[in-house]
């Protein structure tokens, strides 16, 4: 058995390497607060005095705790914090009898103080400081705005991966009904069916992304929507054509002679014999969905701030591209190249795997 395990790796080392990269991705999507050091909502807190600040930036940071608003814990560790704590960015600083006394990042000569009546009761002096004062480390930099480009990265993960489940389960529900309808009745329900297919696969994608999107309003769920309804032809056409391909094989025609109804036979019989084509389609479909939300995002029509989206993040950030800090609008430029080759990689590979079996 691991033989024939390692045998398989062997033949297809692109499968394996792009499943574990897209597994990884769906990890840091689900779990990104876990990872980042900003656990504000959307990685959204800025300090203008770093902004900009190259990759492996390090400032001192005192975090005066919001007692106002009592977040649901248990949210705030996926979701992230709504009412985050207040940070100061400071120089250097020092423990008197009632507070803090620091030097603020903006003016190496002006001193404030923070009373320790702002920190819970309970703690030492000590613990204020093991607790609430800490070096934070900006492992891919600063944005325009002070924001950690790291942690806005982690989230643009989730936004990345959740668009392309919505938009191919989208794809998958309306582009197998027709498909199915279409390639197993044929006659007029295939025509009819093939001159919708054909009406909306005359429209450039993009274009019908942007006037769907446009109809339904800016945001992150008509987003998802719009790129799902033009992602549905291809999806048609392929269940179609493997409809058309078997539905006159004899074990097709063995279902109908035993008296199964249709719908058994397409999730019993049709679909499970087609899976390998549909299964490489949606990891295309997948691959287009994540590249048209960057593209809708670019043009500010697509996710809206300020949640993260590498789209919006490149958007944001070109213009540093000639001013020194090109690394702003590479590091998200170069995550979309990455998981969108992974899917490229995994739906190439499902067709060599499953052409090999067949």
């Known amino acids: 058995m691991l033989t024939k395990k390692f045998s398989l790796i062997y033949k297809y080392p692109g499968l394996f390497l792009s499943s574990f990269f897209i597994f990884f991705c769906f990890i840091i999507s689900i779990f990104s607060y876990f990872f980042i050091p900003d656990n504000s909502e959307y990685s959204n807190q800025m300090h203008l005095p770093i902004h900009s600040k190259s990759p492996g930036f390090s400032v001192n940071i005192i975090s005066i705790p919001n007692n106002s608003v009592d977040d649901k814990f248990h949210l705030s560790l996926f979701f992230g914090n709504k009412y985050p704590d207040q940070e100061v960015l400071i120089k250097d600083y020092k423990l008197t009898d009632y507070g803090i006394e620091y030097e603020t990042y903006e003016n190496n000569f002006e001193k404030q103080f923070i009373s320790f009546n702002l920190f819970p009761s309970k703690l030492s002096a000590i613990e204020i400081e093991d607790k609430y004062?800490?070096?934070?480390?900006?492992?891919?930099?600063?944005?325009?705005?002070?924001?950690?480009?790291?942690?806005?990265?982690?989230?643009?993960?989730?936004?990345?991966?959740?668009?392309?489940?919505?938009?191919?389960?989208?794809?998958?529900?309306?582009?197998?009904?027709?498909?199915?309808?279409?390639?197993?009745?044929?006659?007029?329900?295939?025509?009819?069916?093939?001159?919708?297919?054909?009406?909306?696969?005359?429209?450039?994608?993009?274009?019908?992304?942007?006037?769907?999107?446009?109809?339904?309003?800016?945001?992150?769920?008509?987003?998802?929507?719009?790129?799902?309804?033009?992602?549905?032809?291809?999806?048609?056409?392929?269940?179609?054509?493997?409809?058309?391909?078997?539905?006159?094989?004899?074990?097709?025609?063995?279902?109908?002679?035993?008296?199964?109804?249709?719908?058994?036979?397409?999730?019993?019989?049709?679909?499970?014999?087609?899976?390998?084509?549909?299964?490489?389609?949606?990891?295309?479909?997948?691959?287009?969905?994540?590249l048209i939300e960057s593209g809708l995002s670019f043009l500010g029509i697509g996710t809206q701030p300020p949640m993260p989206s590498w789209g919006s993040m490149i958007k944001d950030n070109y213009q540093y591209i000639i001013l020194g800090k090109a690394y702003l609008a590479i590091i998200p430029g170069i995550a979309i190249m990455l998981l969108v080759t992974s899917f490229m990689f995994l739906g190439n590979n499902l067709g060599d795997l499953f052409g090999r079996k067949n």
């Open 133 to 290: 004062i800490n070096k934070r480390s900006f492992l891919f930099g600063t944005d325009s705005f002070g924001r950690d480009v790291f942690g806005r990265v982690m989230l643009g993960t989730r936004v990345s991966l959740f668009i392309g489940l919505i938009a191919v389960f989208i794809s998958l529900l309306i582009g197998l009904s027709v498909g199915l309808l279409s390639g197993y009745y044929g006659g007029l329900i295939d025509k009819i069916s093939m001159m919708f297919i054909n009406i909306f696969w005359s429209i450039p994608t993009l274009l019908l992304v942007i006037a769907i999107s446009l109809a339904l309003g800016k945001g992150f769920w008509q987003v998802y929507v719009a790129v799902g309804l033009t992602m549905w032809v291809e999806v048609a056409r392929v269940v179609r054509g493997q409809v058309i391909s078997e539905k006159n094989k004899d074990y097709i025609i063995a279902a109908k002679v035993l008296g199964f109804s249709d719908f058994r036979i397409f999730f019993n019989h049709l679909i499970p014999n087609i899976i390998g084509p549909i299964l490489i389609i949606s990891a295309a479909n997948f691959a287009s969905a994540i």
